[in-house]
């Protein structure tokens, strides 16, 4: 259960930085303050960083970096900014929303240059709502290699970690300032730590089933698909210290997870010309308008379940990720050499999907308008052999959170600011706005990265005040 203890307890060690979790947010910010010349103690409730991160596919969205320069990809913050602002219907902080995008780009510079993460732009399809090429990943496409690489380059910065240590209670001055923690540890025992700035990194709330049922309903019964430590320790510490939070509702779902394989799979199967049926073999909405409004649509037909249909051309882009490679080893593709033989291996009703493919494919020609309004302009049709999977809905990740300022400094409702408190990733509110409609593929790392960049500078800073 997580408490704030308001104590003058003292603390046998104090840190200048103690940044609480291990993700992409946080070894970012211990990375951060540590190149800023303060030391840092990073506490990791499981035994190996991983969080959220590695579930993720780890791509970064950002806009005018050197590797989109080499690609001759013409992008900036201002567009990367818009695009955020458009997704979400102007819902959120347009002055965050401008520190991110500004700050994002050079934070994945300064790793691939002083950290040596090998960053490259995905630059053969686009993700819905972007209007440019400008997710970077690292070379496996996916989370895991990330956190990985995240987690050598802070061990070779020579960071200090304690992993198998579980925050549970925070230890404040009555004027709101954090002197310390308590972490519980396997055996039984607790180590209490005090510190100078405390940086929260510890995701969301989304592993929180009451919480997700109070903010976010919809979702109250649907898969998780986050890290289960995400309980909201982040959300429920800053109520108690009087922070504000902001947009709780907002979210990342997907439609796209195989089912039962619980294995992500990557839009790029819809995007390239993919589209999704129910069991009966129609389809139930315009698949192009995002992943995440798309889980709750998922979740509404039969059993929660859909059918992703692409073609090995869509296949051959998608398996670029390894969770598509992993999904094929685990036999959740299915092959099919005709659209009657496809239905036949997914056990549709083959009439109808060779009813819905024609009328998509009519689409793709210009022959006729799509019953859901989606664009197929400049779509190429589907092409034997076909492909399909059997995908469910879930719930990735929260976006609400904690309000920050350009710093990622936690703030009051007033707007002042807790003495030394800041968060960053999913700990803070994001960018996506008060629902799933708002999130704009990849601002879940966007926040981690940036957030974690600025947060780990600035509690540096402090420190060495």
């Given at each position: 259960?997580?408490?704030?203890?308001?104590?003058?307890?003292?603390?046998?060690?104090?840190?200048?930085?103690?940044?609480?979790?291990?993700g992409a947010?946080?070894l970012?910010?211990?990375?951060s303050?540590h190149?800023?010349?303060?030391?840092?103690?990073?506490?990791?409730r499981?035994?190996?960083?991983?969080g959220?991160?590695?579930?993720?596919?780890?791509?970064?969205p950002?806009a005018?970096?050197?590797?989109?320069?080499?690609a001759?990809?013409?992008d900036a913050?201002?567009?990367?900014?818009?695009?955020?602002?458009?997704?979400?219907?102007?819902?959120?902080?347009?002055?965050?929303?401008?520190?991110?995008?500004?700050?994002?780009?050079?934070?994945l510079?300064?790793?691939?240059?002083?950290?040596g993460?090998?960053f490259?732009?995905?630059d053969?399809?686009?993700?819905?709502?972007?209007?440019?090429?400008?997710?970077?990943?690292l070379?496996?496409?996916?989370?895991?290699?990330?956190?990985?690489?995240?987690?050598?380059?802070?061990?070779?910065?020579?960071?200090?970690?304690i992993?198998?240590?579980?925050v549970?209670?925070l230890?404040?001055?009555?004027?709101?300032?954090?002197?310390g923690?308590?972490a519980g540890?396997?055996?039984?025992t607790?180590?209490?730590?005090?510190?100078?700035?405390?940086i929260?990194?510890?995701n969301?709330y989304?592993?929180?089933?009451?919480?997700?049922?109070?903010h976010?309903?919809?979702?109250?019964?649907?898969?998780?698909?986050?890290?289960?430590?995400?309980?909201?320790?982040?959300?429920?510490?800053?109520?108690?210290?009087?922070?504000?939070?902001?947009?709780?509702?907002?979210?990342?779902?997907?439609?796209s997870?195989?089912?039962?394989?619980g294995i992500?799979?990557?839009w790029?199967?819809v995007?390239?010309?993919?589209?999704?049926?129910?069991?009966?073999?129609e389809?139930?909405?315009?698949e192009?308008?995002?992943?995440?409004?798309?889980?709750a649509?998922?979740l509404?037909?039969?059993?929660?379940?859909?059918?992703?249909?692409?073609?090995?051309?869509?296949?051959?882009?998608a398996?670029?990720?390894e969770?598509?490679?992993?999904?094929?080893a685990?036999?959740a593709?299915?092959?099919g050499d005709?659209?009657?033989?496809?239905a036949?291996?997914?056990?549709?009703p083959?009439?109808?999907?060779?009813?819905t493919?024609?009328?998509?494919?009519a689409?793709?020609?210009?022959e006729?308008?799509?019953?859901?309004?989606?664009?197929?302009?400049?779509v190429?049709?589907?092409?034997?052999?076909?492909?399909?999977?059997?995908?469910?809905?879930?719930?990735?990740?929260?976006q609400?959170?904690?309000a920050?300022?350009?710093?990622?400094?936690?703030?009051?409702?007033?707007?002042?600011l807790?003495?030394?408190?800041y968060?960053?990733?999913?700990?803070?509110?994001?960018?996506?706005?008060r629902?799933?409609?708002?999130?704009?593929?990849?601002?879940?790392?966007l926040?981690?990265?940036?957030?974690?960049?600025?947060?780990g500078?600035?509690?540096?800073?402090?420190?060495?005040?």
């Amino acid at each position: 259960m997580s408490t704030v203890e308001v104590s003058d307890r003292d603390f046998a060690l104090t840190v200048p930085v103690l940044v609480i979790g291990a993700g992409a947010a946080g070894l970012v910010a211990a990375l951060s303050a540590h190149e800023a010349g303060a030391e840092v103690l990073v506490l990791e409730r499981d035994s190996l960083p991983r969080g959220s991160t590695a579930l993720s596919a780890g791509l970064v969205p950002a806009a005018g970096t050197r590797w989109q320069r080499e690609a001759g990809i013409v992008d900036a913050p201002a567009g990367f900014a818009a695009d955020i602002m458009a997704k979400a219907h102007d819902e959120p902080d347009p002055a965050l929303v401008a520190t991110v995008t500004g700050a994002v780009g050079p934070a994945l510079e300064w790793l691939g240059e002083a950290h040596g993460l090998p960053f490259s732009v995905v630059d053969n399809f686009r993700y819905p709502g972007h209007s440019a090429y400008r997710m970077h990943g690292l070379p496996s496409r996916s989370g895991e290699e990330l956190i990985d690489r995240l987690r050598q380059a802070a061990e070779a910065a020579g960071i200090d970690m304690i992993c198998d240590a579980h925050v549970t209670t925070l230890v404040a001055a009555p004027d709101g300032r954090v002197r310390g923690v308590v972490a519980g540890r396997p055996d039984g025992t607790a180590e209490e730590i005090g510190c100078e700035t405390l940086i929260l990194a510890c995701n969301g709330y989304g592993g929180n089933r009451a919480l997700v049922a109070r903010h976010i309903p919809e979702l109250a019964d649907a898969l998780y698909f986050g890290h289960p430590g995400n309980q909201g320790d982040a959300l429920l510490w800053g109520e108690a210290l009087g922070a504000a939070v902001r947009d709780l509702s907002g979210h990342q779902g997907h439609g796209s997870v195989a089912h039962p394989a619980g294995i992500l799979l990557t839009w790029a199967t819809v995007m390239e010309g993919g589209f999704q049926v129910n069991a009966s073999g129609e389809r139930f909405s315009n698949e192009a308008t995002g992943y995440s409004e798309q889980a709750a649509r998922v979740l509404e037909q039969q059993d929660g379940v859909a059918w992703t249909i692409f073609d090995a051309r869509i296949a051959d882009i998608a398996g670029q990720f390894e969770d598509y490679r992993n999904a094929v080893a685990a036999g959740a593709v299915v092959e099919g050499d005709t659209v009657a033989a496809l239905a036949e291996a997914a056990h549709l009703p083959p009439d109808a999907l060779e009813r819905t493919a024609a009328a998509v494919d009519a689409a793709k020609r210009g022959e006729r308008a799509d019953t859901f309004g989606r664009d197929f302009a400049g779509v190429a049709p589907l092409a034997a052999p076909f492909r399909a999977v059997r995908v469910t809905g879930a719930l990735f990740h929260t976006q609400g959170g904690l309000a920050v300022d350009g710093d990622a400094h936690v703030t009051r409702a007033d707007g002042t600011l807790l003495p030394n408190l800041y968060a960053a990733g999913g700990a803070a509110c994001g960018v996506s706005g008060r629902s799933a409609a708002g999130y704009l593929s990849g601002n879940g790392l966007l926040t981690a990265v940036a957030l974690g960049r600025l947060a780990g500078l600035a509690a540096a800073r402090q420190a060495r005040a």
